[in-house]
């Protein structure tokens, strides 16, 4: 089992930035992806960013690219998402989540994580 442990939700106002931060403690992530998902009240849960820890390979949502930005630290088993430029409409609860694989460019579908944090909230006023 895999425990992925988010922080650095808050409030924010339009305009400002967030770093949220996803720490799994005593895990190594060599053969997996790690991703950030958000759901917002009444709304699916959608893809935002994700990257593969092996390569550092990234995808990114339409609606986030170039405000958004993911990054890995491998001694720290963390995975970073720097939140720019933020819009009352990435209000969410945020998401961190790990999936087992082996490929270049990672996932971007909810179904094909296996492990989820709990979630922190992100609060954009205008």
């Known amino acids: 089992q895999v425990q992925l442990v988010e922080s650095g939700g808050g409030s924010v106002q339009a305009g400002g930035s967030l770093r949220l931060s996803c720490t799994a403690p005593?895990?190594?992530?060599?053969?997996?992806?790690r991703g950030w998902f958000r759901q917002a009240p009444g709304k699916e849960r959608e893809f935002v960013a994700a990257?593969?820890?092996?390569?550092?390979?990234?995808s990114f949502a339409d609606s986030v690219k170039g405000r958004f930005t993911i990054s890995r630290d491998n001694a720290k088993n963390t995975v970073y998402l720097l939140m720019n430029s933020l819009k009352p409409e990435d209000t969410a609860v945020y998401y961190c989540?790990?999936?087992?694989?082996?490929?270049?460019?990672?996932?971007?579908?909810?179904?094909?994580?296996?492990?989820w944090g709990q979630g922190t909230q992100v609060t954009v006023s205008s």
């Open positions: 990257i593969a820890w092996s390569t550092g390979s990234t």
């Open positions: 989540a790990a999936a087992v694989f082996f490929g270049l460019y990672p996932p971007t579908s909810p179904g094909q994580y296996d492990y």
């Open positions: 005593g895990r190594t992530f060599s053969s997996y992806a």
